[in-house]
């Protein structure tokens, strides 16, 4: 004969609501012994039928009050907002509860063949003294507890959805942000490459090269929701060089640092440095009579990562550039909301010489769970 193990017997009890009979069982013989003071003598009531009948009265009728206000009076008053409803009904199912178990203590009299007065000595020999002292008392205490114990899990149930629903929304919300920037980086470099292929055909050969590197790790490399920050950098490093292949003017200097001696273990969301970069080139300056400059730098001290970008400006160009600032960087700001919360500093300074940003972030660890979302 085989051993149940302790989580098959804990699957039969709730499988069949064994245990709710077993916390009634329970609640009420801790209830009687903090009544009497006594746990000998509620063992020694319990051993006799009379003492069964009172007992099981207690256990049986008040778990069905209390059952009818968990699973009939919530849903379809409280839940409903018909509190005043719901209070009187509450109130009349207790007293209902009492008055039945009133009568079950008459009950255990006859089946002891003696007056339930001298039985359980009760005095004045009334059955509004059963009530009052006994019955309503526990049937008060049996119906707290368990609408506590309920409205508590309806709280929790509630809580555990909400949360759900926010974490659903903010997956929607983020998966739309990086939807809208795939299409606004590809329609950008593309249509530069297609203004290459006119002006320099090698330069336009090794635009599509790095363009090719640049979608490879766009679609296969970097569908984790975070990803080695190496990785990142030298995504960036590719995307930068593409771009360098589209400047012609001899009056224009691109100064790059992004350090090497960094934590490799560090990881970083996709595609979250990049769409400062773009808005660089995209909106620097076209002086003819003076230098246009983009710098760039990025370094790491322990894990904080510091990322400057900054670009000339023309004042000609401040309107145009206020009313085409694009889907990309302000994605990119909002995901940094959504995924760095309190972990982040972004500063944009803008004047009529330059545009410079500056990002703080705090990153992770390879060895930390990826549970969080992008």
């Given at each position: 004969?085989?051993?149940?193990t302790?989580?098959?017997?804990?699957?039969?009890l709730?499988?069949?609501?064994?245990?709710h009979?077993?916390?009634?069982?329970?609640?009420?013989?801790?209830?009687?012994?903090?009544?009497?003071?006594s746990?000998?003598?509620?063992?020694?009531?319990?051993?006799?039928?009379?003492?069964?009948?009172?007992?099981?009265?207690?256990v049986?009728?008040?778990?069905l009050?209390?059952?009818?206000?968990?699973?009939?009076?919530?849903?379809?008053?409280?839940?409903?907002?018909k509190?005043?409803v719901?209070?009187?009904?509450?109130?009349?199912?207790?007293?209902?509860?009492?008055m039945?178990?009133t009568?079950?203590y008459?009950?255990?009299?006859?089946?002891?063949?003696q007056s339930?007065?001298?039985?359980?000595n009760?005095?004045?020999e009334?059955?509004?003294t059963?009530?009052k002292?006994n019955?309503?008392?526990?049937?008060v205490?049996a119906?707290?507890?368990?609408?506590?114990?309920k409205?508590?899990?309806i709280?929790?149930?509630?809580?555990?959805r909400?949360q759900?629903?926010?974490r659903?929304?903010l997956?929607t919300?983020?998966?739309?942000?990086?939807?809208?920037?795939n299409?606004?980086?590809?329609?950008?470099?593309i249509?530069?490459?297609?203004?290459?292929?006119?002006?320099?055909?090698?330069k336009a050969?090794?635009?599509?090269?790095?363009?090719?590197?640049?979608?490879?790790?766009?679609?296969y490399?970097?569908?984790?929701?975070?990803i080695?920050l190496?990785?990142?950098?030298?995504?960036?490093?590719?995307?930068?060089?593409?771009q360098?292949?589209r400047?012609?003017?001899?009056?224009?200097?691109?100064?790059?640092?992004?350090?090497?001696?960094?934590?490799?273990?560090?990881?970083?969301?996709?595609?979250v440095?990049m769409?400062?970069?773009e808005n660089?080139?995209?909106?620097v300056?076209?002086?003819k009579?003076?230098?246009?400059?983009?710098?760039?730098k990025?370094?790491v001290?322990?894990?904080?990562l510091?990322?400057y970008?900054s670009?000339?400006?023309n004042?000609l160009?401040?309107a145009?550039?206020?009313?085409t600032?694009?889907?990309?960087?302000?994605?990119?700001?909002?995901r940094l909301?959504?995924?760095?919360?309190n972990?982040?500093i972004?500063?944009i300074?803008?004047d009529?010489?330059?545009y410079?940003?500056?990002?703080?972030?705090?990153?992770?660890?390879?060895?930390?769970?990826?549970?969080?979302?992008?």
């Amino acid at each position: 004969m085989s051993v149940k193990t302790p989580a098959v017997i804990i699957t039969f009890l709730e499988r069949y609501k064994i245990h709710h009979i077993l916390f009634w069982a329970v609640y009420h013989f801790a209830w009687w012994t903090l009544f009497t003071g006594s746990v000998t003598k509620v063992f020694e009531s319990i051993m006799v039928p009379y003492g069964v009948v009172k007992y099981l009265g207690y256990v049986v009728y008040q778990a069905l009050g209390v059952y009818f206000c968990l699973y009939v009076l919530i849903p379809k008053f409280l839940q409903k907002g018909k509190y005043v409803v719901f209070f009187l009904s509450i109130i009349g199912v207790i007293i209902l509860m009492a008055m039945v178990i009133t009568s079950n203590y008459y009950l255990a009299g006859l089946v002891a063949n003696q007056s339930v007065y001298e039985l359980y000595n009760i005095s004045p020999e009334t059955p509004i003294t059963i009530f009052k002292h006994n019955a309503l008392p526990s049937c008060v205490g049996a119906t707290t507890l368990g609408l506590s114990i309920k409205l508590t899990k309806i709280w929790l149930d509630s809580q555990k959805r909400q949360q759900t629903l926010e974490r659903e929304k903010l997956e929607t919300e983020l998966k739309f942000l990086r939807s809208q920037f795939n299409p606004h980086f590809l329609f950008n470099t593309i249509n530069s490459i297609f203004v290459l292929i006119n002006k320099d055909q090698e330069k336009a050969s090794k635009s599509l090269a790095k363009f090719s590197e640049l979608l490879r790790y766009q679609l296969y490399e970097c569908n984790e929701p975070f990803i080695a920050l190496d990785r990142e950098l030298n995504y960036l490093e590719n995307f930068i060089e593409l771009q360098k292949l589209r400047q012609d003017r001899k009056n224009f200097e691109l100064h790059v640092e992004l350090e090497k001696a960094i934590n490799y273990n560090l990881q970083i969301v996709p595609f979250v440095l990049m769409p400062f970069v773009e808005n660089a080139f995209k909106h620097v300056s076209h002086h003819k009579s003076s230098k246009n400059w983009i710098d760039i730098k990025l370094n790491v001290d322990d894990k904080e990562l510091f990322f400057y970008v900054s670009n000339s400006r023309n004042v000609l160009q401040l309107a145009r550039e206020e009313d085409t600032s694009g889907i990309g960087l302000n994605n990119v700001k909002r995901r940094l909301e959504l995924l760095y919360p309190n972990t982040h500093i972004l500063d944009i300074v803008k004047d009529n010489s330059k545009y410079t940003i500056q990002l703080r972030l705090q990153l992770n660890e390879m060895q930390i769970e990826k549970n969080r979302i992008a």
